[in-house]
């Protein structure tokens, strides 16, 4: 049998999928029977019980408790709404003042101005959206940036561990409401008024962590934790920002596992088309089992030379982002309709940089993929159509 990719699930060869699937056997088998029916992981499991279980579970099982949880608070969330719907409105004294206002209004005006100048592919997208969610994405950006900035910086060689628990604790401040600088003002602001979880946040500082000390990863499984950490978070941020449409009957896991998978798609995107850029700085995000598989060694990245075999083991890693971009394509339509536009064009956008690398030869060593303004703009009218498509009328 062919190598046999099925999307979600990490272990490529293992899984009889040859169509991506929201979950294939084996994730169903392990979230709903392995996972369900293991002993919560309450009080009374020791750190060291905790540890081994975690060794035992694939990085996709790991992800997905997360993934569930933030469904769980979204199902929380809209409950409490319901009621509060149902009580009588009361002015308690507490309502932002004009100063207040003044103040929030700079906050969101500074990280727009961050956003725009760090110019990331998903500005853009950003500007599609209703002022009021496009306010929050920025806050959410800016403070993804700025620790992303802490491994990957200009001052990144000075960062130790110890920095990432001082910034692991300044979140917490945030969301407690009490900001730091002026950019943490506007997150807190956010975070006080969508339903997010402080996990993905801190999942992502874990990831950075693990920038610092690891510069290998042995196979998918350990790549898809890492694009998780990095990435896949920044998809489960956005879920409660952007909303999911009244309409849509599909679970609110499908929907935040969408996200997911656009986020692993987005960087693996990126580790792809940076392949010659983090080779300089002694870094391969490639699987190396994979590597081997396909007759490739470090010294062949470090060489940079374009080799069939090397388009040969392109063309599958390809495929494979290719298939988390068609995952996070079917919940693209469950989101609310304010939202829908500037996520399918990020998407595409995103998307594009694989058909550069195609076009580039797959040299991705010496010539960057990068996505024309020409190209940029034609998806723009295409993401429109695919976005006035509501959600699907049957339940995932
Ligand atoms: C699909 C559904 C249901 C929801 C959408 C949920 C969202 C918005 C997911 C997007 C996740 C996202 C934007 C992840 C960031 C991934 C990434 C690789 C960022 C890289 O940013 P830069 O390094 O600035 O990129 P460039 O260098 O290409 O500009």
Redesign the pocket.
Known sequence: MSAVLCVVCPRVNACDHSLPRNYCTQRRCSSNNKLSSKPSFSSGVSAYSRAVANLSRSSEERVYEVVQKQAALVREHRRESELDLKKPVENDGTSTGTTDWNRLNEAYERCREFCAD?????YLGTLLMMPELRRAFWAISVW??RT?DLVDGPNATYTTPKDLERWEKRLNDIFEGRPCDVYDVALSDTASKYPIDIQPFKDMIEGMKLDLTKSRYENFDELYLYCYHV?GT??LM??PV?GIAPKSKASIES?YN??L???IA??L??IL?DVGEDAIRGRIYLPQDELAQAGLSDEDIFCGKVTDKWRSFMKGQIKRARMFYYE?EK??S??NLASRWA?WS??LL?RQ?LDAIEANDYNNFTKRAYVAKAKKLISLPVALGRALKGPSKLAS
């Not at 760090?118 to 998903?122: A, E, L, P, V, Y």
Request: net charge negative.
């Open positions: 760090h110019d990331n592919t998903f993804c940036r992303d990435a920044v998809g956005s879920v952007i929907v969408a996200a998978a656009l986020g987005n960087q995107t990126n088309r996070a919940g693209v469950e989101l996520v990020s998407l995103y940089i």
